[in-house]
Nanobody, 122 residues
Framework: QVQLVESGGGSVQAGGSLRLSCAAS????????YGWFRQTPGKEREFVAL????????FYADSVKGRFTISRDNPKNILYLQMNSLKPEDTGVYYC???????????????WGQGTQVTVAS
């Protein structure tokens, strides 16, 4: 059973940058897809980005395209989310998760981290 632990959240001014990390313990399936989601109070969890663990192009939500970059360090079992040009609307709890298929829907993800808070001040 893979466990996920996020880190790297914090508070920044609008226009700033943060890099989130998601450390995975154990080995997921070779076909695993890793995703980032975020949630603000009163709203549903929102898809941010995803990437196959073993190659392939990443996929982003339109709201973060061109500003966020998802990547992974396979030997270290770490997933990253580089967030640049942050906006107040990027504020939320960010979660990493694992799915068995290339899918952006939350219901496809079966393993979740505990989340890390990102706050962007205007």
């Amino acid at each position: 059973q893979v466990q996920l632990v996020e880190s790297g959240g914090g508070s920044v001014q609008a226009g700033g940058s943060l890099r989130l990390s998601c450390a995975a313990s154990g080995r997921a399936s070779s076909k695993a897809v890793y995703g980032w989601f975020r949630q603000t109070p009163g709203k549903e969890r929102e898809f941010v980005a995803l990437i196959r663990w073993h190659g392939g192009s990443p996929f982003y939500a339109d709201s973060v395209k061109g500003r966020f970059t998802i990547s992974r360090d396979n030997p270290k079992n770490i997933l990253y989310l580089q967030m640049n040009s942050l906006k107040p609307e990027d504020t939320g709890v960010y979660y990493c998760a694992i799915a068995s298929e290339y899918e952006r829907a939350e219901r496809a993800y079966h393993t979740w981290g505990q989340g890390t808070q990102v706050t962007v001040a205007s």
